[in-house]
Structure formats: structure tokens, C-alpha cells
């Protein structure tokens, strides 16, 4: 079979998705074929490329589906809080406070979003003021994009969003140290109606970026920010920025509400329809920066964790394998009460041989005797919250 490629754009010699042998334009590609939107110059373009070769969108858990630490929050100040993974809030005064949630109110195609919502309004925002909604790409999963150099690629953020009030609102593209941000706005027509929004985004051809395992990419979206750290829009700069300047402020009204779901960030200067994952693909991708034992939704109050044995009179020592490879060395903690399926209790757990990237040595106490080498199950003690805890955030 001879395959020419001929000067008026045409090929002929092969077959295209079971189109018959012959002549493929752009007037004969089949439906789920390459579309001529997708041919660039006879080529397929970045942004289509990502689409055909594999997984496009960089943000993890976008569809707002798994939160391992519990579905609803307060945020008054005080650092950033976890709800649902990999998406984090800050309201770095306590002037105004808002819930932070996980919700089934979702746009056609989704059934969970991030719901804020305010229950002490800030109308008055000081300069240095910020309350935010922040998601982190690692460096691994951003490196190539090429910020910080000459080839940066261009990048479109898209959403669904949706809030009781109207406006222009704002957000940001900020770099790991916080020394280069991309404001953007986006706007809401229509109160308490889910509207998909996308931002183009040129590559940063300066600054420094990370393409490790620390922060690549960091995207932001203002709830509420003061000046110091709104910036002009739809440009790069050499400043902390979280939103763009006199953007809709949703701290400002009580009782506003908030929400987002379909987090997409891809290659290319289009938005293409969400990549949705399964549920277990997207809770493993999340269990990288943060893993629990056991959850009250998940287990039930007697959830088994390990096996341990006894190294001393009151103290055993057990393994907790992780199930995937955690970003860095996690912190560990512990919530709620142990005992063993013999019905011993356990007054503390502790790191026994400390953590690695994919499991953690564990001693547990208790004040009854034995001998070593004996053999138990550790578990929770009839209690839904206990679990342990590895955290590895960005």
C-alpha cells in the first residue's frame, strides 16, 4: 500500500477509522475521527495531542469527588484548611468566616462541587486581607510545560462555577515561590446558575518553577482579597498575587454562597470537554499527599489496621503499608481510640521506625503484660473516628 500525502492538504492509501480506502479530508473524516478543528497545518495541535496520547487534565480530583478528612469545615482564620483533597481554603483573617464543603449541587455530568459559604461577611477587606481557594499541581506533573523557559506552553483553565451573586470575580496562577502570578477574571451573568468559564494562559517564559515532587503550578480563586495582593489581569508578574484588582469580593456578603466543580487544566489554548476518572483512579492520585486508616464513612467503629506483635512486656510493633507511594515523608497522627481483637486497649500509638515513602513502622502501648512474639489485631475500639493519619500536602 503506497501512503501519499498530497500539496492540497489530502491523503491517500490508508483508511481513517473504517473509512474506506482513498482520498481523507477534511469533507470525509468520520465522526470520532481527528476533526479538521484538530488539524493544524496537516498535523494534530498540543492541546488535541494531550487528548489522543493520554491524560490531559493536571488537576487531581477536579470533580470534587473524594475527601478523606470529612465533608464540611469552618475557615475563620488561622491557615489553610483541607476538605476535600487537594483543594484547600484560606481565610487568613477572622474578620469573616465561611463554610467550606463538599456538595451534591452539581451542573449536568457531575455530582459533587465545593460549596462555600458565608456565615460572617468581611465588607471591608483590608489591604493585606485574603480569603482564597487553592489547588497545587506537583513540579513532576507540571514540568512539562516549561515555565521559566523560552518553550513555556500555553494552558487553558476551565470550570464550573456558580454563586448567589453576579459579577466579575478573580483568581490566579502563582509559582512555587510565590514570586510570579498570572491574575484572571472570569465572569457570573446569571445568580445561583452553573456557567463553565475558560482562561488562556500563556506560558511563563521567566521565573523559576518547580519539576520536582515540591509545588509546580498553584492556582488560586478570590473569595475576597485585598490590594496587596491583587494584581493586573491576564499578565505575568513578579509578585504574590491571588486574585486580579477590584474583583467581586463573595467574603464581603453574608449568607453569599459559592461554588465549583470540573476543575480542568490542560495544554492549548482551547477547552475540551472534563476528563472524568473513575472514583478509585482519582482517590489513589489524592492518597499520594494524604492517606487515613479508616474514616467514619468508611469501616465502621471496630475498622481492623494492623497486624502487630509484642517486642516487650507492653508494647507491640506493626507495619502500616500505604497504597501508593506518598509524595515525601508524611507526617503522622492519630484520632480516636485502639484496642486489639483480644480486647486489650491502647493508650498512645507512636512511630516506631518512622515513615518511608510507602510504609510506616508503628508501636502501640498497653498496660497488659505478656509475653514476646505474641500476635494481635489492631483495630479501632468501637470507635467511627479513629484513624491514622500520613499527611505529604503540597
Known amino acids: 500500500m503506497a501512503v501519499v500525502i498530497n500539496g492540497n492538504g489530502t491523503v491517500t492509501g490508508i483508511s481513517v477509522g473504517g473509512l474506506p480506502d482513498g482520498i481523507v479530508d477534511s469533507g470525509t473524516?468520520?465522526?470520532?475521527?481527528?476533526?479538521?478543528?484538530?488539524?493544524?497545518?496537516?498535523?494534530?495541535?498540543?492541546?488535541?495531542m494531550a487528548s489522543i496520547s493520554g491524560?490531559?487534565?493536571?488537576?487531581?480530583?477536579?470533580?470534587?469527588?473524594?475527601?478523606?478528612?470529612?465533608?464540611?469545615?469552618?475557615?475563620?482564620?488561622?491557615?489553610?484548611?483541607?476538605?476535600?483533597?487537594?483543594?484547600?481554603?484560606?481565610?487568613?483573617?477572622?474578620?469573616?468566616?465561611?463554610?467550606?464543603?463538599?456538595?451534591?449541587?452539581?451542573?449536568?455530568?457531575?455530582?459533587?462541587?465545593?460549596?462555600?459559604?458565608?456565615?460572617?461577611?468581611d465588607a471591608s477587606l483590608a489591604a493585606g486581607d485574603i480569603y482564597c481557594i487553592r489547588h497545587t499541581i506537583e513540579g513532576f506533573n507540571s514540568a512539562h510545560l516549561n515555565y521559566g523557559s523560552s518553550d513555556a506552553k500555553t494552558t487553558t483553565l476551565s470550570f464550573w462555577v456558580r454563586s448567589s451573586l453576579t459579577g466579575t470575580f478573580g483568581g490566579a496562577l502563582n509559582s512555587e515561590g510565590n514570586n510570579r502570578s498570572y491574575p484572571f477574571t472570569y465572569s457570573i451573568s446569571s445568580a445561583n446558575t452553573w456557567e463553565k468559564k475558560?482562561?488562556?494562559?500563556?506560558?511563563?517564559?521567566?521565573g523559576t518553577w518547580g519539576t520536582g515532587n515540591s509545588h509546580g503550578v498553584?492556582?488560586?480563586?478570590?473569595?475576597?482579597?485585598?490590594?496587596?495582593?491583587?494584581?493586573?489581569?491576564?499578565?505575568?508578574?513578579?509578585?504574590?498575587?491571588?486574585?486580579?484588582?477590584?474583583?467581586?469580593?463573595?467574603?464581603?456578603?453574608?449568607?453569599?454562597?459559592?461554588?465549583?466543580?470540573?476543575?480542568?487544566?490542560?495544554?492549548?489554548?482551547?477547552?475540551?470537554?472534563?476528563?472524568?476518572?473513575?472514583?478509585?483512579?482519582?482517590l489513589a492520585l489524592c492518597q499520594r499527599y494524604y492517606h487515613k486508616t479508616t474514616s467514619s464513612n468508611v469501616g465502621g467503629a471496630y475498622q481492623n489496621i494492623a497486624v502487630c506483635t509484642r517486642?516487650?512486656?507492653?508494647?507491640?510493633?506493626?507495619?502500616?503499608?500505604?497504597?501508593?507511594?506518598?509524595?515525601?515523608?508524611?507526617?503522622?497522627?492519630?484520632?480516636?481510640?485502639?484496642?486489639?481483637?483480644?480486647?486489650?486497649?491502647?493508650?498512645?500509638?507512636?512511630?516506631?521506625?518512622?515513615?518511608?515513602?510507602?510504609?510506616?513502622?508503628?508501636?502501640?502501648?498497653?498496660?497488659?503484660?505478656?509475653?514476646?512474639?505474641?500476635?494481635?489485631?489492631?483495630?479501632?475500639?468501637?470507635d467511627a473516628t479513629a484513624a491514622l493519619i500520613y499527611d505529604a500536602e503540597l
Open 311 to 382: 517486642i516487650g512486656n507492653t508494647v507491640f510493633r506493626g507495619i502500616i503499608e500505604f497504597p501508593v507511594t506518598m509524595r515525601t515523608q508524611p507526617s503522622f497522627s492519630s484520632t480516636g481510640s485502639f484496642q486489639s481483637l483480644d480486647g486489650f486497649t491502647f493508650s498512645s500509638v507512636v512511630v516506631g521506625d518512622g515513615a518511608s515513602l510507602d510504609r510506616h513502622g508503628i508501636q502501640v502501648f498497653t498496660s497488659e503484660n505478656g509475653s514476646s512474639g505474641d500476635s494481635i489485631i489492631f483495630r479501632a475500639n468501637n
Open 198 to 206: 475558560s482562561i488562556t494562559i500563556s506560558g511563563d517564559t521567566t
Open 55 to 121: 491524560r490531559k487534565n493536571l488537576i487531581i480530583n477536579g470533580a470534587m469527588q473524594v475527601a478523606q478528612r470529612g465533608t464540611s469545615d469552618t475557615v475563620d482564620g488561622g491557615g489553610w484548611d483541607y476538605v476535600i483533597d487537594r483543594f484547600c481554603a484560606l481565610g487568613q483573617t477572622s474578620a469573616g468566616v465561611f463554610t467550606y464543603s463538599q456538595d451534591s449541587e452539581a451542573p449536568a455530568g457531575f455530582n459533587k462541587s465545593l460549596k462555600v459559604a458565608v456565615t460572617t461577611a
Open 218 to 282: 498553584r492556582i488560586t480563586w478570590g473569595l475576597g482579597v485585598g490590594s496587596t495582593y491583587s494584581g493586573t489581569t491576564d499578565s505575568w508578574a513578579g509578585s504574590e498575587y491571588f486574585s486580579a484588582t477590584s474583583s467581586t469580593s463573595v467574603i464581603g456578603t453574608n449568607s453569599s454562597t459559592w461554588y465549583i466543580t470540573g476543575v480542568q487544566l490542560e495544554l492549548g489554548s482551547t477547552a475540551t470537554e472534563f476528563e472524568h476518572r473513575s472514583y478509585g483512579e482519582e
Open 29 to 48: 473524516l468520520a465522526t470520532n475521527s481527528v476533526d479538521s478543528a484538530e488539524l493544524v497545518d496537516g498535523a494534530v495541535d498540543d492541546s488535541h
